[in-house]
């Protein structure tokens, strides 16, 4: 886990999506792969993948370099993507749960020259990021729609999740999974080799809290109210 994620913040830069042309720049990286390398989705004439779920979300950038590699969302609408997966009865339908307590992290995408190299930081330096929002927030539960490899590579870097469902299939078969950021972010503040200062320097990257803060009570209101932040 130590060298995974020293690799991780040796190497990339995280940024928060606050402003239009960010989040274009996060919508292109998915066209790209989603539209252009993985055939997922048509493609279009503005180069954009894009959905009404955008609008509900905080959007995040990995940078190598100067480079903008690839990106992932956190939604917290009341409603999630994947909302349409579990049936009424589950257990974990978000009906049941407490709005303003749960997201999905979705959409993530990472280039394919990225890929390749590096046994999946990128990915793994997404959701450690997307992890810290989330508790940031004082959100209980994540949720992310995604295959058992994906899910079985993200547990190789401390990042463990429970499936919750059977395969769906989108773009091949896929699982929805419940993650605890809480306690995968715990888990590198008391496990890993560096003190909590160092750790706390990489999550910093994000930029500003308050950009964090501003942009969940802009998505979250007036629908119920988002927590406070200590």
């Known amino acids: 886990m130590d060298k995974i994620f020293k690799a991780v913040c040796d ?3 995280i940024q928060v999506c606050n402003t239009h042309e960010k989040i274009k720049i996060a919508q292109n990286i998915r066209h790209q792969v989603y539209c252009e390398e993985m ?3 048509e493609q279009n004439e503005v180069g954009l993948e894009e959905n009404s779920y955008d609008n509900e979300s905080i959007h995040l950038i990995i940078f190598d370099g100067h ?3 690839g990106t992932v969302r ?3 609408s009341k409603i999630l993507p994947l909302s349409k997966y579990i049936a009424g009865d589950h257990a974990f339908n978000t009906k049941k749960l407490t709005p303003g307590s749960y997201c999905e992290i979705s959409r ?18 997404l959701f450690f990021a997307a992890g810290y929002v989330v508790v940031r927030q004082k959100i209980n539960t ?3 729609l995604m295959e058992e490899s994906l899910a079985r590579n993200m547990q ?3 990042i463990n999740s429970l499936k919750v469902s059977g395969p769906h299939e989108l773009n091949g078969s896929r699982f929805i999974f419940m993650l605890d950021p809480v306690s995968f972010i715990s888990s590198f503040a008391s496990h890993t080799s560096f003190e909590e200062s160092q750790l706390a320097k990489y999550f910093k990257k994000l ?24």
């Open 11 to 13: 190497r990339y830069q």
């Open 39 to 41: 055939q997922f989705e």
């Open 67 to 69: 480079m903008a590699i």
């Open 74 to 76: 956190i939604v917290i």
């Open 108 to 125: 993530l995408s990472v280039l394919n020259r990225a890929r390749k190299g590096e046994a999946g930081l990128a990915a793994a330096g």
């Open 142 to 144: 994540a949720y992310a």
């Open 156 to 158: 190789k870097t401390g």
């Open 207 to 230: 930029g500003d809290f308050n950009v964090i803060d501003e942009l969940s009570s802009t998505i979250l209101a007036p629908k119920f109210a988002i927590p406070e932040v200590a």
